[in-house]
């Protein structure tokens, strides 16, 4: 599908409205939706005919989405431990996309979205290979496992900004913390640092 500029600057505003709104009310109406997006209603259905197809759209969107910003991280320029904490403040930017993922699809991918998904998980992988490799990342902990925990632990901390449990400035300090002392191994090989 082919949109003029403008059109697709629409479409992208109603989509990062829907996620704004969903991640935080997933009951919201598309009448909510079209207020955040500065739009009406009726131009969200000239673009997704109900709400169905624009939670789909946003899956979609949100995979596609933070597939950029892992691929501008920059994987394998520098150390795989500098890599991994570009890729987690990537994902806290996208804070309302990477919330929206889990919520609305328990990080499982449709079959539309699978291949996103993978390449997503291909390139957080190859980074935590690499840093075992490397000798900073604990290479007696599968490296899926490690990925596990980096989604988990990013999504924990956004939720708990979204909560008000910590401040929302401090919130990616602290998942760069919480995640050195999880994953990575000092110089004496031991696991976790500060």
Do not use: C, N
Request: aromatic share 6%; glycine share 6%.
């Amino acid at each position: 599908m082919h949109l003029s500029p403008q059109r697709a600057r629409t479409r992208q505003a109603i989509l990062d409205a829907a996620a704004a709104r969903w991640t935080h009310d997933p009951t919201a109406s598309l009448s909510h939706v079209a207020s955040a997006a500065g739009v009406g209603r009726a131009t969200i259905h000239r673009y997704f005919p109900d709400r169905s197809a624009l939670q789909s759209a946003l899956v979609t969107d949100s995979w596609t989405t933070l597939l950029g910003t892992v691929r501008e991280a920059q994987p394998s320029m520098g150390s795989a431990i500098e890599v991994i904490q570009r890729i987690v403040t990537a994902m806290v930017y996208e804070g309302d996309r990477v919330r929206y993922l889990f919520t609305a699809t328990e990080g499982s991918p449709s079959d539309e979205d699978a291949g996103i998904a993978q390449t997503v998980d291909e390139l957080i992988l190859d980074e935590i290979k690499r840093g075992q490799h490397e000798g900073t990342l604990d290479p007696a902990v599968p490296p899926r496992w490690i990925e596990l925990m980096i989604w988990s632990t990013v999504y924990t901390g956004l939720q708990a900004a979204s909560d008000e449990l910590v401040p929302r400035h401090g919130v990616e300090a602290l998942i760069h913390r919480t995640l050195r002392r999880m994953i990575t191994i000092d110089s004496q090989g031991s696991p976790g640092h500060p």
